[in-house]
């Protein structure tokens, strides 16, 4: 789950004048969002105290402990399967079986 937070700086290519250079901006004090409704009234939607992060931060860390776990879990399976299984007995409660009818 992606969890938002204010910030008050950013760094970004999209938004500089120049192409792969990145643009960086301090002290953000507040962002103004505008959109739009499905009469065509604009509804402008005011964030105080900074930018609001949408947590692709927070994401890349969560695929990252995954990666972690994956290789682990990988290990442990490959020892299972090659070696002494009675050892690595505990491996079989994190195999899925097919249920019996």
């Keep these: 789950m ?3 937070k204010i ?3 950013i760094n970004s290519v999209s938004i ?4 792969n250079t990145v643009y960086h901006i301090d002290n953000i004090q507040r962002t103004v969002i505008e959109s739009t409704n499905d009469s065509g009234n ?3 939607t005011v964030i105080d105290n900074g930018y609001i992060d949408i947590g692709i931060n927070d ?8 990666l972690l776990g994956a290789i682990v879990f990988s290990v442990f399976g490959y020892l299972y ?4 299984q009675k050892k690595y007995r505990f ?9 019996e009818e």
Excluded: A, W, Y
């Design 2 to 4: 992606q969890k938002d």
């Design 7 to 9: 910030v008050q700086e």
């Design 16 to 19: 500089g004048m120049e192409s």
């Design 42 to 44: 604009i509804i402008e």
């Design 59 to 66: 994401t890349m860390k969560d695929l990252f402990v995954n």
């Design 81 to 84: 399967t090659k070696h002494n």
């Design 91 to 99: 491996v079989q409660k994190f195999i899925p079986k097919k249920r």
